[in-house]
């Protein structure tokens, strides 16, 4: 890996798509912004003790789920929070494959 994948500008960038339509009104970008940058250091901290992972985007993209789900149930009691891989599994594959 020549770079670092910038997965926080990808939160940024398919927040909507992420965490759900209303998660813009509900300010979780914001709110959430230390953790999501917490969140790509730990990814990239990943990729870079493991590079073979960067071939298999989608066992990449199970991890950067279960973190995001994660990242709401530790940090806020009583959210209910589920994300849906299907509106962002091939923009975060594409991300992956652009950056091997």
């Known amino acids: 890996m020549k770079k670092k994948i910038d997965f926080n500008k990808y939160i940024t960038e398919h927040i909507t798509d992420i965490l759900g339509e209303d998660s813009i ?12 940058a917490a969140l790509d250091m730990k990814m990239n901290e990943l990729i870079a003790d493991k590079p073979e ?3 298999d985007p989608v066992f990449l993209l199970g991890i950067f789920d279960w973190s995001i789900n994660q990242l709401f149930t530790i940090n806020q009691v009583g959210l209910t929070l589920t994300t849906d891989v299907s509106r962002y599994k091939a923009s975060f594959i594409k991300l992956i494959e652009e950056n091997r």
């Open 53 to 55: 992972v960067l071939q």
């Open 25 to 36: 009104q509900k300010g979780y970008l914001k709110k959430f912004q230390k953790n999501f």
